[in-house]
C-alpha cells in the first residue's frame, strides 16, 4: 500500500497534477472492479 500511495503522490504532485489524479481514479476504480493491470503499471513504472 505504501508504494502506491507514494507513487500516486509522486506522479499526481500530492494532487496537484488534476489530470494525472483523474488517471489514478479510473486505475483505482478498475482495481476495485478485479483488473489491476493499470494500476500495478503505474506503480512499477518509477
Do not use: F, H, P, S
Request: overall charge negative; hydrophobic content about 35%; some cysteine.
Amino acid at each position: 500500500m505504501n508504494k502506491i500511495q507514494e507513487a500516486y503522490d509522486q506522479q499526481c504532485g500530492n494532487g496537484i497534477n488534476r489530470d494525472m489524479q483523474e488517471k489514478w481514479n479510473m486505475w483505482i476504480q478498475e482495481a476495485l472492479e478485479g483488473d489491476w493491470t493499470n494500476l500495478v503499471q503505474a506503480v512499477t513504472k518509477e
